[in-house]
């Protein structure tokens, strides 16, 4: 649990274009000089980085210069494109909508996260008892 509130901003913060040689000390090593990790979230060529005060993750979100890696810069923010996944997320509904699979395969791994954590939540939510009209 967060040592503030996260109305002060959010402790999440995402790392992309990371090496497939990146591993998680390493993108510990780099950010725990702005404040105390909660935890490295490692996907494939991206991570997520909790910080345990939001004013730390804002600190790590500004800073101006990264380490290069082999591709090329990281890229660091926290959050996704919602026009996007919101945009992706009604097309699931659309019967004429088509090529949904290409489209969710090119989304910034934020936005591709953020979509499977949406569905996710909305078929558990679906399936709820109390979700049934009365």
Not at 45 to 63: E, H, Q
Not at 72 to 90: C, H, K, R, T
């Amino acid at each position: 649990m967060p040592r503030y509130e996260d109305r002060h901003g959010s402790t999440r913060l995402y790392v992309g274009h990371l090496s497939s040689r990146t591993r998680t000390r390493d993108v510990e090593r780099l950010f725990s000089k702005y404040g105390r990790i909660r935890d490295v979230d490692m996907k494939r060529d991206f991570a997520f980085v909790d910080f345990s005060d939001p004013r730390d993750a804002d600190d790590a979100r500004s800073m101006e210069v990264m380490e290069e890696e082999e591709e090329g810069p990281m890229q660091i923010g926290s959050l996704p494109d919602f026009a996007e996944v919101y945009n992706f997320i009604g097309s699931v509904f659309d019967p004429d909508s088509k090529g949904r699979m290409k489209k969710l395969k090119e989304m910034d791994p934020i936005n591709f996260e953020t979509v499977l954590l949406l569905m996710r939540n909305l078929t558990v939510n679906m399936s709820n008892p109390d979700f049934e009209p009365s």
